[in-house]
């Protein structure tokens, strides 16, 4: 059974993996800014779960959390990349340049400097696994997705250039893209209205937070030689759009 750090554990996603991977037999290190969530989650899980606040865009505290870590906590096998968010709604012409650069302090570099953190052990053990959260919006254009499906684009891209790096080492690297999923905070914290938040879901049936829970699940049980690159995965009730042209009257 292995160590585990998942990033963003205190909602969503990272929790439903945290308490799936936790059930398992795996030891969990759950991060997040939360620490009441955290605290919450170790009552819940126990002695396999570690609590660690942190700010993904804080590059000292994540450039030193692997040394921090207790001892015993400190082979982390699996990395988990998975706290990240998306902040409105709108058009590029109408965003707002601060949302945009928390996205990428967030999306894109928080995931570098987690992942640029706990690579070097990875590569002395000639053992790990990292799996980076991406999204459908990093490959399929919506209004709206402007920065927050780039830094979706840019985890996929990293994640197949990092396998490629890698080539020669028994260290895997997977994106999880998942389309409309409901049960998370992810609308609330985008449209920062829980209204319009649970507006989002009516009517459909979302994937779920432990949908993705079970896709981690599957691919930590395959064998070693197996690299899943990427997984994308919608609800049924989902499917790509299309394209849109402007047409002028005469
Ligand atoms: N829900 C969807 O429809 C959907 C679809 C595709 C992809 N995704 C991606 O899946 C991942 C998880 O999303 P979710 O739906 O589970 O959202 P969520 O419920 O809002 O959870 C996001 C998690 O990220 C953490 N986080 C955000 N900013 C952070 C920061 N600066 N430092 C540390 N942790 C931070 C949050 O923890 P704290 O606030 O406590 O720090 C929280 O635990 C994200 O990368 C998201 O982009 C979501």
């Not at 009441?36 to 170790?42: G, H, K, S, V, Y």
């Not at 921090?68 to 906590?73: E, F, G």
């Not at 945009?100 to 570098?112: A, C, F, L, Q, S």
Request: proline share 4%; net charge neutral; aromatic share 6%.
């Amino acid at each position: 059974m292995a160590v585990i750090l998942v990033t963003g554990a205190t909602a969503g996603f990272g929790r439903a993996i945290a308490v799936r991977l936790v059930k398992e037999g795996h030891r969990v290190i759950g991060t997040g800014r939360r620490a009441d969530r955290l605290d919450a989650l170790r009552r819940e899980l126990g002695d396999a779960f570690l609590p660690q606040v942190l700010d993904v865009t804080d590059a000292g505290k994540v450039a030193a959390l692997p040394e921090t870590l207790p001892a015993d906590w400190r082979k982390v096998e699996v990395l988990i990349n998975n706290a990240g968010l998306a902040l409105g709604v709108g058009k590029a012409q109408d965003s707002k340049l601060e949302d945009w650069k928390t996205m990428i302090d967030t999306n894109v570099t928080g995931v570098v400097e987690v992942t640029r953190a706990f690579l070097p052990q990875m590569i002395e053990r000639n053992h790990g696994y990292i799996i980076t959260l991406g999204s459908i919006a990093g490959t399929y254009p919506y209004v709206g997705g402007n920065v927050y499906g780039a830094t979706k684009a840019f985890v996929a891209q990293f994640m197949r250039n990092l396998r490629t790096d890698l080539l020669g080492t028994r260290i895997r690297a997977s994106t999880i893209e998942p389309g409309l999923c409901g049960g998370s905070e992810f609308s609330n914290v985008r449209l920062r209205d829980n209204q319009k938040a649970a507006d989002v879901y009516k009517g459909t049936d979302p994937l779920t937070p432990e949908d993705i829970a079970g896709t981690v699940s599957w691919l930590l049980s395959l064998p070693p030689h197996v690299n899943i690159n990427a997984i994308e995965m919608m609800p049924v009730c989902q499917a790509a759009g299309g394209l849109a042209v402007d047409r002028k009257s005469d």
